[in-house]
């Protein structure tokens, strides 16, 4: 099993520039989380999917973030226009649906720097 | 509110030495508990959970865990700590299905 896949391992941009990050969550799993990790605010829950729905996007910052899911095997997370203080690590959860919660199972992240 | 406190953000220790790494939740309902760990530069793994049933949680690398409901606590144990522990360690806590929070992560320092 290859694990939840994230790209690119590294971002970096310039303010104003859309980015784009992907994931893959791993196979047969039909939960997909984006968080995003900050010294400041630590790890926070972004948004998630069940069955490529999203279902809770409250930690979505603002309307410069989306998330999509258009398939089970993918997800993207676009910030247009990116700002300096989006600077983060953005990462990737999958879980599969059972009676309990279970794990989460994460990707090695993303590191994106907006100049 | 905050649902996850993880009373030390940084705890140094020498190799070989016992470690406890403190979690306190606050949650009037059932939760279930983890801690996952996050080494330099890589995402976070699972150390270990709890769901239900025993409340004394073991899990991979020596770690252990005490759910303790009277006290709201689910702290993180290893008897004998090796340089590979060093990382940052998450407390975490699932209600409501999907609504995972997260503690503001311990580093954890070992020594030689």
């Known amino acids: 099993d290859a694990g939840v896949i994230q790209s690119p391992r590294h971002e970096v941009t310039e303010m104003g520039q859309e980015v784009t990050l992907r994931c893959k969550p791993i196979s047969g799993h039909d939960y997909l989380f984006w968080y995003r990790q900050t010294m400041m605010r630590g790890l926070e829950l972004l948004i998630y999917f069940n069955n490529n729905v999203p279902i809770d996007d409250s930690g979505m910052p603002e309307d410069r973030f989306s998330a999509k899911m258009p398939n089970a095997s993918f997800s993207t997370l676009k910030i247009q226009p990116s700002e300096p203080r989006d600077s983060a690590v953005y990462f990737c959860?999958?879980?599969?649906?059972?009676?309990?919660?279970?794990?989460?199972?994460f990707g090695p992240g993303t590191r994106l720097t907006v100049l | 509110a905050q649902s996850v406190t993880q009373l030390d953000s940084q705890v140094p220790v020498f190799e070989e030495a016992p470690v406890e790494l403190r979690c306190n939740y606050s949650?009037?309902?059932?939760?279930?508990l983890f801690w996952y760990v996050q080494y330099p530069n890589q995402g976070l793994q699972l150390l270990l959970k709890y769901l239900s049933g025993s409340t004394l949680v073991k899990g991979i690398n020596g770690f252990e865990a005490e759910f303790n409901k009277s006290q709201t606590s689910f702290h993180l144990r290893k008897p004998s700590v090796h340089i590979s522990d060093t990382a940052e360690y998450f407390c975490?806590?699932?209600?409501?299905?999907?609504?995972?929070?997260f503690g503001a992560g311990t580093r954890l320092t070992v020594k030689p």
């Open positions: 959860a999958s879980r599969a649906s059972l009676l309990v919660p279970d794990t989460q199972y």
């Open positions: 975490a806590v699932i209600r409501n299905n999907n609504d995972m929070r």
């Open positions: 949650s009037s309902v059932s939760v279930y």
